[in-house]
């Protein structure tokens, strides 16, 4: 049995179902269900006993307490966040309260817990934390591609909260002796992400014929990872990484913001031609730039390659085929996620934002 927080996200959800399918082992999913965590992200577990739901808070001690000492797991497997960074700007709050002190109290909680297993059950516990690449900042065009011994610079509250919580998992190892390893992963996409971020809210802006909206020049790169890749990945830290240490996990796929856009564009125009618009490119809107856009993220994740042996192996072109066709099959999905707070969220982000 394991415990895994925020698992109805998106890299959660994905994650939880490749775990009961790939391993068949039973976990506990502790997830709050905010915005953007959808129990339909896992209809095809439901009345699976592997699967066991609970909706809370990861900075409910009793909670998270009794999870433990009831279920006994010997892993968690940290994802639960406020993971969007243009949220992070409008409003920090819930990123500090979610990201830093949630973690501190998961921590807290696993740590009085592992303390009272015994020696086998501690020398085989582990506390998996889930962080991303932004913790070490922005990259100028030349440089090398972020390693596990960059330093931090974080530059949105997203970023900074995710470092702070790093922080403390770093801390409690050190300090407690408490078996946590820290991943550090590149952007991911694939099916069952919110559309909030780019690609998704790129496919469905698109098929809905509205502008694509890019942050400035649209010269930003990012990493893309598919998602099924990162949760590969996971368990492979899992089962061989070493407690404190941490690993970077990327896809090998630098592109700039508009090639990506580009690229979604043209498989849309193969998979679904657009009856009114022509071809998608032509709704590419540039719009204002987002406060203290990161310039370019990059993961050189020779480290997991070489120490544990896995590898990203979806091509970008592939990946993003798989994750339209899945939009395209799930607009039911589609329909239920655009509730009235997402069109709130799409009005105070993009409302004022047309150049
Ligand atoms: P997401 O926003 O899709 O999902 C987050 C989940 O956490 C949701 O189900 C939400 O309900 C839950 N949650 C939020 N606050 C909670 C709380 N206080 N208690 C319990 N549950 C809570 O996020 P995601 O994209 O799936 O990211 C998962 C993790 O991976 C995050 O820690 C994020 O920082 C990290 N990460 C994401 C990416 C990416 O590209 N999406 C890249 C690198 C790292
Ligand atoms: P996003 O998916 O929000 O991930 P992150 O900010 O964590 O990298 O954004 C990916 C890139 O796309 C980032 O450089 C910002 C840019 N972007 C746009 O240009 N337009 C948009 O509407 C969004 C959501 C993002």
């Known amino acids: 049995m394991i415990l895994v927080t925020g698992g109805a996200g998106f890299i959660g959800s994905n994650f939880v179902l490749d775990w009961v399918g790939l391993t068949g082992e039973p976990l506990v999913n502790l997830d709050k269900l905010t915005y953007a965590g959808n129990l339909e992200n896992l209809a095809s577990l439901k009345g699976d006993p592997r699967h066991v739901f609970i909706r809370g808070d990861i900075n409910d001690a009793g909670l998270v307490n009794g999870i433990l000492t009831g279920y006994r797991p010997w892993a968690i497997v940290h994802f639960a966040a406020e993971s969007h960074v243009d949220r992070s700007i409008h409003a920090p709050d819930d990123f500090i309260k979610t990201n830093i002190n949630g973690t501190f109290n998961l921590l807290s909680q696993a740590l009085a817990y592992w303390q009272g297993l015994d020696a086998d059950e501690k020398a085989a516990f582990r ?17 090398h591609p972020f390693t596990e011994v960059s330093p931090y610079a974080p530059n949105s509250p997203y970023s900074a909260s995710k470092a702070s919580s790093d922080h403390l998992v770093r801390a409690f190892y050190h300090t407690y002796g408490l078996p946590a390893l820290i991943t550090n992963c590149s952007n991911n996409y694939g099916p069952y992400q919110f559309p909030e971020k780019l690609i998704p809210l790129v496919i469905l802006n698109a098929i809905e ?10 010269q930003n790169v990012r990493d893309w990872l598919y998602v099924s890749d990162h949760c590969e990945a996971l368990r492979t830290v899992l089962a061989k990484g070493a407690p404190g240490q941490t690993y970077n996990i990327g896809g090998n796929n630098e592109r700039t913001n508009l090639e990506i856009v580009h690229a979604v564009c043209g498989l849309l125009d193969e998979l679904c031609p657009s009856q009114g618009v022509g071809r998608y490119s032509s709704l590419i809107t540039h719009v204002k730039d987002r406060p203290g856009h990161d310039r370019r993220y990059a993961i050189d994740s020779s480290k997991i390659q070489r120490q544990l042996g ?21 607009m039911d999905w589609v329909k239920n996620i655009k509730t ?6 799409i009005e105070i982000n993009y409302g004022a934002m047309e150049e």
């Open 310 to 330: 896995w590898r990203p192996v979806e091509g970008l072109e592939s990946g993003l085929r798989k994750t339209l066709m899945w939009y395209l099959d799930h």
């Open 127 to 143: 506390f998996l934390h889930i962080s991303t690449d932004e913790v070490y900042g922005s990259l100028g065009s030349d440089d």
């Open 209 to 218: 014929g509205t502008s694509l909206p890019i942050y400035g020049d649209g």
């Open 340 to 345: 009235r707070a997402y069109q709130d969220w």
